[in-house]
C-alpha cells in the first residue's frame, strides 16, 4: 500500500518518573512485557521503513512521534542513535522525517536539551515539545518532589533555549468543579502556548477504582467546551486551545486538517510502535493493547498494513458514516470520534461511535446551531 505520509508513534519506554493518577499509559496487568526498546529493535524499526520506502512510489515523509512512558528517561546515545539511522535514510532517500516527543519534562538537564535540540531540528526549526500540566493539587505527582516546581523548572530551561512547547489539559471531574481557577490560571500563565484540553478516560490507571472520583461524563465534557468556548471568543487575540481552534477554522474557513481523532483518517495514516517491536494502530491502541498488527522483528511493513486488524480500522470511517451516524449533521466535524474511545465503552468494537459523540454535538449544535456548507 502506498502513502505519501506515515505517522509512528514510537514507545521506547514504559517507564515513568511520575505518578499520575489520570494515567492512560500504566497499567501493571498490561506491560508485563519487555519496559524498554532495545537498539536491534530501534534499527530493525528502521530497516523495516528502509525496506518499505525504496518500494513504494509515494512515501515522502514520515512523522515519528516518540511517546511512553517518559521517553526522555531512555540514554541521549538511544536517540542518538535514532538521529544517525535517520539521517542515513534521507541521505540515501530523500526522505522527510519530522519528530516529535511528548514528554512529562521532569528533570530535564542540558545534556537532555542538547539531544532535544538535534532531535526536534525540522526544517531550519525546532519542533514544538509536547507536555502535560495541572494546576489543581494531587493530580500529577512524583515521589520525593513537588512535580509542579520540578516541571516549572524545565520550562525556565527551555524558554531559556527558545525551546517552543504546548500543553494538553486533562479534563477531570476537579476541573469541571475549579473551571474559573482552571481557566484563569492557563490564560495567565500561558496566553501564547498552544493548549490541547482532552476529556479523561477509562484506560490504564484511569480505569482503576482510584480514579473513579475524577470520571466525568460524555454531556459535562460538552458543557465544559461551550463554557471554555465562551472564554475564547471573548478573546482579542484567541490563544490556540484545541479542539476549539480547529472546529471554528474548519466551520468557518473549511481549510482545516482535524487532528487524528476527528479526522477519520487516523487508521490510514497512523501505526503505533512497543517497546518490543509489536505493532498497535497508535500510541492509544498500544495503551489498549488493541489488536496487534504483528511485530516488526517478523512482519515487514508493507506486511502489517495488510493485516485483517489494520484493514478493520481503516474501514471504520465508511462503516460508520452509513450506519450510525448516517443521519448526523456533523459528521465532517467530527468523523465517529476515536477508535480507542469507541473500544473502551463498547468492549472493544471499534464500529460503534465513540461515547464522547453526544459531548460533541451537544457543543456543535450550541456554538454553531447548524453545519457549514
Not at 67 to 83: C, N, Q, R, S, W
Request: proline share 5%; aromatic share 10%; glycine share 6%.
Amino acid at each position: 500500500m502506498n502513502m505519501n505520509h506515515l505517522t509512528v508513534i514510537l514507545k521506547p519506554t514504559n517507564r515513568c518518573n511520575a505518578n499520575c493518577i489520570y494515567c492512560s499509559a500504566w497499567d501493571p496487568g498490561k506491560n508485563k512485557g519487555s519496559s524498554t526498546m532495545s537498539e536491534t529493535t530501534l534499527e530493525i524499526l528502521f530497516e523495516r521503513i528502509e525496506e518499505w520506502v525504496k518500494h513504494s512510489k509515494r512515501t515522502r515523509k514520515i512523522k515519528i512521534i516518540w511517546h511512553g512512558g517518559e521517553p526522555t528517561l531512555m540514554p541521549v546515545d538511544f536517540f542518538y542513535k535514532a538521529i544517525q539511522l535517520q539521517e542515513n535514510l534521507k541521505n540515501r532517500y530523500g526522505l522527510e522525517i519530522e519528530n516529535n516527543i511528548q514528554s512529562n519534562l521532569l528533570y530535564l538537564d542540558r545534556e537532555k536539551l542538547e539531544m532535544l535540540k538535534r532531535l526536534l531540528s525540522f526544517n531550519g526549526q525546532r519542533r514544538t515539545i509536547g507536555t502535560s500540566y495541572e494546576p489543581l493539587p494531587g493530580i500529577r505527582m512524583v515521589k520525593k518532589d513537588d512535580y509542579t516546581a520540578e516541571w516549572e523548572k524545565s520550562i525556565a530551561l527551555l524558554k531559556e533555549n527558545n525551546f517552543p512547547f504546548g500543553i494538553v489539559y486533562v479534563v477531570h471531574r476537579q476541573s469541571l468543579e475549579n473551571m474559573d481557577t482552571v481557566v484563569e490560571t492557563l490564560l495567565n500563565k500561558f496566553p501564547r502556548i498552544g493548549i490541547r484540553f482532552n476529556p479523561l478516560y477509562k484506560e490504564g490507571r484511569a480505569s482503576s477504582p482510584a480514579c473513579k472520583p475524577l470520571y466525568i461524563t460524555p454531556l459535562e465534557w460538552g458543557d465544559f467546551l461551550i463554557k471554555l468556548y465562551r472564554t475564547w471568543e471573548a478573546n482579542d487575540k484567541k490563544p490556540s486551545w484545541q479542539p476549539l481552534k480547529d472546529f471554528d477554522t474548519f466551520h468557518f474557513k473549511k481549510d482545516c486538517r482535524m487532528s487524528c481523532d476527528h479526522s477519520g483518517r487516523c487508521g490510514t495514516t497512523h501505526l503505533g510502535i512497543d517497546t518490543d517491536g509489536t505493532v498497535y494502530s497508535c500510541g492509544r491502541g498500544i495503551d489498549r493493547k488493541y489488536k496487534s498488527y504483528g511485530n516488526i522483528h517478523k512482519h515487514t511493513i508493507s506486511e502489517i498494513l495488510k493485516t485483517p486488524a489494520r484493514i478493520e480500522m481503516t474501514n471504520r470511517s465508511a462503516f460508520l458514516q452509513n450506519t450510525f451516524c448516517l443521519d448526523c449533521k456533523w459528521w465532517q466535524y467530527c468523523h465517529g470520534g476515536c477508535p480507542m474511545d469507541a473500544a473502551i465503552n463498547n468492549n472493544n468494537d471499534i464500529f460503534k461511535k465513540s461515547n464522547f459523540c453526544i459531548s460533541r454535538q451537544r457543543f456543535l449544535d450550541t456554538i454553531y446551531k447548524e453545519p457549514s456548507h
